[in-house]
């Protein structure tokens, strides 16, 4: 079946160094892949997605490019700010079927 | 409302009892989904509903656990006889249907088993 992994957390940056959160997805055909956040207290928000192949989803500036080679959705942020601090959750949906299945997410914490 | 609508928003039960929660997804939107976030567990599928077709009910961890959606739109997911391994919340989401359509996530609904 599909399966979401991503990398163990949490993770503790100072503000302004590069986040990159790592996500690996297995899948038959072609998935569609999403990055949620969840900020302390708020429910689930979609942050950015990718529908196909090489496609390069961003916002907020983070960014997260569909790797098909790697089966890969790795999300980045080039300076974290103290407001990022949430817990972010890789998703894909499958080819012909729109429910999401989920990574574990990653807790990121980010001090001043 | 703009957002999907979740009700109620904490509920503490007695073990044994049965609980029953809402959802009010988005306004034309097709696809209802729940979910269930527990400590340490992530995000569970539960159910998905699409239109008409019968509905996925493959995540459902037991038979205590049912949904309905009536009329396509609001849903009510029923957990008979409640357990305290059932405390969790219960995120509902809504979307237009198919892959790639973003999909809505309500504020969830805070169930205690005590």
């Known amino acids: 079946g599909n399966s979401v992994t991503q990398m163990e957390g949490p993770v503790t940056l100072s503000e302004e160094a590069f986040l990159t959160i790592n996500c690996t997805y297995t899948?038959?055909?072609?998935?569609?892949l999403f990055w949620y956040v969840q900020y302390p207290g708020e429910g689930l928000q979609l942050l950015l997605k990718?529908?196909?192949?090489?496609d390069k989803g961003s916002n907020k500036g983070f960014e997260a490019t569909y790797r098909k080679e790697t089966t890969s959705f790795h999300l980045e942020k080039g300076s974290v700010q103290v407001s990022d601090s949430a817990v972010y959750f890789c998703?894909?949906?499958?080819?012909?079927?729109?429910?999401?299945?989920f990574g574990q997410g990653t807790i990121l914490t980010v001090h001043p | 409302g703009a957002g999907v609508s979740q009700s109620p928003s904490n509920k503490v039960t007695e073990k044994g009892k049965d609980v029953e929660l809402r959802c009010d997804p988005i306004?034309?939107?097709?696809?209802l989904y729940w979910y269930r976030q527990s400590l340490g567990q992530g995000l569970e599928f539960l159910i998905y509903?699409?239109?008409?077709?019968?509905?996925?009910k493959s995540g459902l961890p037991s038979d205590r656990f049912s949904a309905e959606r009536t009329g396509g739109s609001v849903s009510t997911l029923t957990i008979q006889r409640t357990q305290q391994e059932d405390s969790a919340v219960y995120l509902c989401a809504s979307s237009r249907g198919g892959p790639g359509n973003t999909i809505y996530f309500g504020e969830g609904s805070w169930l205690t088993v005590v």
């Open positions: 998703a894909l949906s499958e080819e012909s079927y729109g429910k999401l299945t």
């Open positions: 990718a529908t196909k192949a090489d």
């Open positions: 306004s034309g939107h097709t696809a």
């Open positions: 509903f699409q239109g008409n077709s019968a509905p996925d």
């Open positions: 899948a038959t055909g072609y998935p569609s």
